[in-house]
T-cell receptor
Framework: NAGVTQTPKFRVLKTGQSMTLLCAQD?????MYWYRQDPGMGLRLIHY???????AKGEVPDGYNVSRLKKQNFLLGLESAAPSQTSVYFC??????????????FGPGTRLLVL | DQQVKQNSPSLSVQEGRISILNCDYT??????FLWYKKYPAEGPTFLIS?????DKNEDGRFTVFLNKSAKHLSLHIVPSQPGDSAVYFC??????????FGAGTTVTVRA
């Protein structure tokens, strides 16, 4: 049981390049989340998904797109990277049982540097 | 506008003493509060939580206190150990399966 995994661990992009970050979970969780962490800002929610085929915007969605074609995978895309997107990106998931407050399980993070 | 605030970016404490981390929130709809611990180059890991129907929750060396009228919660670590050196994030939820995080407090436990 690997939990939540993220690919890649580290990436350097040039401004204007595109890339996709992959999050995978093997816990059969319904809900998945993408956050970014910046110094002095804590973790901010980018997009999230409440089930396969669904996505929703979080607090800071601009410049990002997401897809949840399979329940176990949640992809985060940057179509045209900007230096402001330099950050550490974390994926998280929860079972999503109705009416139950659950803690989020986090992946190890992807460090992205946009030059 | 940050709804969850941790006003102390850092805390240094001697091994064996108590660490007290503070967190304030502004959204009165928050009803579930959590503390996460994060080591460098790793993802946050869940530490302890508290529901708004309680004012205290204890788990070993970790105790979280909630003061709803003041919109304030705190995390006590007693006794502090070197392995507790990490960044601690306070988070809150309004029963919508989303979390709002504070900026974090870096704890350093001195030998």
């Amino acid at each position: 049981n690997a939990g939540v995994t993220q690919t890649p661990k580290f990436r350097v992009l040039k401004t204007g390049q595109s890339m996709t970050l992959l999050c995978a979970q093997d816990m059969n969780h319904e809900y998945m989340y993408w956050y970014r962490q910046d110094p002095g800002m804590g973790l901010r929610l980018i997009h999230y998904s409440v089930g396969e085929g669904t996505t929703a915007k979080g607090e800071v969605p601009d410049g990002y797109n997401v897809s949840r074609l399979k329940k176990q995978n949640f992809l985060l895309g940057l179509e045209s990277a900007a230096p402001s997107q330099t950050s550490v990106y974390f994926c998280a998931s929860i079972p999503g049982r109705r009416g139950i407050q659950e803690t989020q399980y986090f992946g190890p993070g992807t460090r992205l540097l946009v030059l | 506008d940050q709804q969850v605030k941790q006003n102390s970016p850092s805390l240094s404490v001697q091994e064996g003493r108590i660490s007290i981390l503070n967190c304030d929130y502004t959204n009165s709809m928050f009803d579930y509060f959590l503390w996460y611990k994060k080591y460098p180059a790793e993802g946050p890991t869940f530490l302890i939580s508290i529901s708004s129907i309680k004012d205290k929750n204890e788990d070993g060396r970790f105790t979280v206190f909630l003061n709803k009228s003041a919109k304030h919660l705190s995390l006590h670590i007693v006794p502090s150990q070197p392995g507790d050196s990490a960044v601690y994030f306070c988070a809150a939820s309004a029963n919508d399966y989303k979390l709002s995080f504070g900026a974090g407090t870096t704890v350093t436990v001195r030998a």
